[in-house]
Structure formats: structure tokens, C-alpha cells
């Protein structure tokens, strides 16, 4: 029985690592879109675009279209980190939430915030920020009608990176730190913290 609950102890530890190594490497990039005079932690409206599109293969004018879009939206100056994490944690489970969204595209209905919202929730466990989700549809609403096709938001979400190729360009850009030494600073400084 003490055995047991040595092990489950371990794991609790490890899965507690896991989630602080997880944290750290978010606040990593965060920080790679603050500006260098912000002392708290948030970022640009515009930072926070380019850090959802960045996980896009939308091509440069469409991504330039929809960052300008960003810059002329007035109802918030700034992104919180928990904000951000709980758009990445949309992103990284997209796949659930378009096949949440899926009936809407089939009966040909647009998705509204409330729905957006839910199956947000629904498939990442984060409750998107009302602001976020104005944002989003200010963004990428190309008919201006309050509402999300298919085609605006989810067709584009879909064109994830998730070629090696793609990975192995980000590695080489000298402007940007790979995901791998972001990964193995997070974790040496976990570890740095777990054992001193």
C-alpha cells in the first residue's frame, strides 16, 4: 500500500512538472511578442494575432490582412497570458472543436459567439474570454455579419503547421528559437527549480 502511494506521489510529481514545463514554454513565446518596455504580462493585440497565425500556413497577404484588421480593433488594447493560454489550448485541440462545429458547416448555419464558446469549452476545458472571441470574429468575420462560416475561421485554423519541414524551417530562421530549444530550456530550468 505505501508503495502505491510512493508511486502515485511520483507521478503527481511528474505530471505537476509536466504542467509547469507546459506553462513555462507558453509564457516563453508570450514573452516573445511583449514589447521589450511592458513590465506586466501582456501583450499586443496585433503580438497576439501573429502568435495564433504563426501556427497557420495562411499565406503572407492573408496574414498581413488579418493583423492589419487586428490594428483597427479598438475594444481591447492588450492579451493577458491567460488569455493567450486559452487560445493555445484551442489551437492544440482544433481537431475536436471543428468536428464540434461540423454540424453547423453541414446545415450551412454560421456559428455564433455562444456556440463558439461552448464548444471552445467543450474541447479544450478553457473558457475563451468574451473579448477573445470578439476579437477573433471582428478578424476573421469577412461578411460582417456577426457570425463565423466555416470557410472564415475554421478553414483557416485547419492549415495547422505540422510538417517537419515546416518545423525544421522555424529551427533554422535565425530570428526565431525552435520549439525543441524552447522545450529543453523549459525543462532544464524545471529541473533547475524541482532540485535545488
Avoid at 513565446?29 to 501556427?55: T, Y
Amino acid at each position: 500500500s505505501s508503495g502505491i502511494n510512493a508511486e502515485y506521489g511520483d507521478l503527481e510529481k511528474f505530471g505537476n512538472l509536466l504542467r509547469d514545463v507546459q506553462t513555462n514554454c507558453l509564457q516563453a513565446e508570450f514573452n516573445r511578442f511583449r514589447s521589450k518596455d511592458s513590465e506586466d504580462d501582456r501583450i499586443s493585440v496585433q503580438g497576439f494575432m501573429r502568435a495564433v497565425l504563426r501556427r497557420t500556413k495562411v499565406t503572407p497577404i492573408q496574414r498581413a490582412r488579418f493583423i492589419d484588421k487586428s490594428e483597427v480593433y479598438k475594444a481591447i488594447d492588450e492579451v493577458s497570458f491567460d488569455q493567450f493560454k486559452s487560445m493555445i489550448a484551442l489551437i492544440n485541440n482544433f481537431s475536436d472543436f471543428e468536428v464540434a462545429v461540423r454540424m453547423y458547416q453541414i446545415a450551412k448555419k454560421p456559428l455564433s459567439k455562444a456556440v463558439f464558446k461552448r464548444a471552445a469549452y467543450v474541447c479544450s476545458g478553457e473558457v475563451l474570454d468574451d473579448t477573445i472571441i470578439d476579437l477573433l470574429f471582428f478578424v476573421f468575420d469577412e461578411a460582417g455579419d456577426g457570425h463565423l462560416s466555416h470557410s472564415e475561421f475554421v478553414n483557416v485554423m485547419r492549415k495547422m503547421e505540422t510538417s517537419v519541414s515546416s518545423a525544421q524551417k522555424a529551427k533554422d530562421d535565425p530570428g526565431s528559437i525552435g520549439l525543441g530549444s524552447y522545450f529543453r530550456k523549459c525543462i532544464r530550468n524545471e529541473m533547475i527549480k524541482l532540485y535545488a
